[in-house]
């Protein structure tokens, strides 16, 4: 989610790169352009889709101007919950956005706030069980093997001596 800042230039224009930065440089913004023009085009199917099973249900027509304006906001609101789901967690010292920042960036939707809040309590408690359930399944097959280590004393340790 991170954008990628350029670096600043060198005195006199240039990053001190050489001809290899340059072409690098250049092939990474190409890649990340494509990788926009897709997501944006995603966005606007995903719009266009949602507008198509409103229309259904509402009987009334969205114009494609419409859509494509409500796709470009979508794309552009999404952006600006990126930038600030990373100042938080960089706020935080973190480099890692946490479902925290996100409960942070949702904190003027209640209802929207409310559902994420469930819906991390959910993951955090499967997330639980299925440690529990880890441990469960090693400590049996550790028990299968009829095999128990005993405590290892300061006198039985040739390296504690």
Do not use: W
């Not at 060198?10 to 092939?27: D, F, H, L």
């Not at 938080?88 to 904190?107: C, M, N, P, Q």
């Amino acid at each position: 989610m991170a954008a990628a800042q350029p670096r600043p230039a060198a005195p006199g224009g240039k990053r001190g790169r050489g001809a290899e930065g340059s072409a690098m440089e250049a092939a990474g913004g190409e890649e990340r352009l494509l990788l926009t023009q897709r997501l944006k085009a995603a966005v606007h199917y995903t719009v266009g889709c949602l507008c198509q099973d409103v229309a259904e249900d509402q009987d009334v027509q969205f114009s494609k101007q419409t859509i494509a304006a409500i796709s470009e906001i979508t794309f552009r609101q999404c952006e600006n919950f990126a930038k600030d789901l990373e100042m938080f967690a960089r706020h935080a010292k973190r480099t890692t956005v946490t479902t925290e920042d996100v409960k942070l960036l949702a904190r003027r939707s209640s209802s929207l706030l409310k559902y994420i809040t469930q819906k991390s309590e959910e993951i955090t408690s499967s997330n639980m069980e299925q440690k529990e359930k880890k441990k469960k399944s090693s400590a049996v097959k550790g028990g299968r093997t009829g095999k128990q280590e005993a405590p290892v004393t300061e006198s039985e340790d040739p390296n504690m001596a």
